[in-house]
């Protein structure tokens, strides 16, 4: 048995519908599913997104497991962009905050940054050579974040 890779990531928010605008803003796209909780106001909505159709769910902090910290902080999952100074930048425009500036890892190409989001998820985004390899790039790929 192992992990056969990234299935679903789930950011939590106090307003799931200003988080699915904001989230239609960055990406572009809106959510393919929408749930509304027991008072009718949105619970959860999931967008798929990237080359496997990953899914980003956003869930309402009413169903967060007890004694979740409302700060950020735990794991951190990077999502591959092919121009990661210009996505970080358009982060920093629509309101996230860094949590970590774009820093090289090494020489041979990774470059890490990240945020939080308004809804206070961490968000990280990274190039990564390897994903490049795999999947091809797109528009941006040839350039190495400076």
Do not use: C
């Amino acid at each position: 048995m192992s992990l056969r890779g990234f299935s679903t990531i789930n950011y939590w928010a106090d307003d799931v519908g200003a988080a699915a605008d904001w989230y239609s803003e960055l990406l572009g796209v809106e959510p393919y599913f929408q749930r509304p909780g027991p008072d009718g106001k949105p619970a959860y909505a999931e967008f798929r997104i990237g080359d496997n159709e990953a899914e980003l769910g956003l869930v309402s902090r009413a169903f967060a497991p007890p004694g979740l910290p409302a700060q950020p902080g735990g794991a951190l999952m990077y999502w591959h962009v092919d121009d990661l100074d210009g996505f970080v930048a358009r982060l920093l425009e629509l309101g996230a905050t860094e949590y970590e500036p774009i820093t090289p890892r090494g020489d041979n190409g990774f470059v890490t940054a990240s945020v939080v989001d308004p809804f206070g998820n961490l968000l990280g985004v990274m190039y990564n050579p390897h994903y490049v390899q795999q999947f091809g790039g797109g528009p941006g790929a040839a350039r190495l974040p400076e």
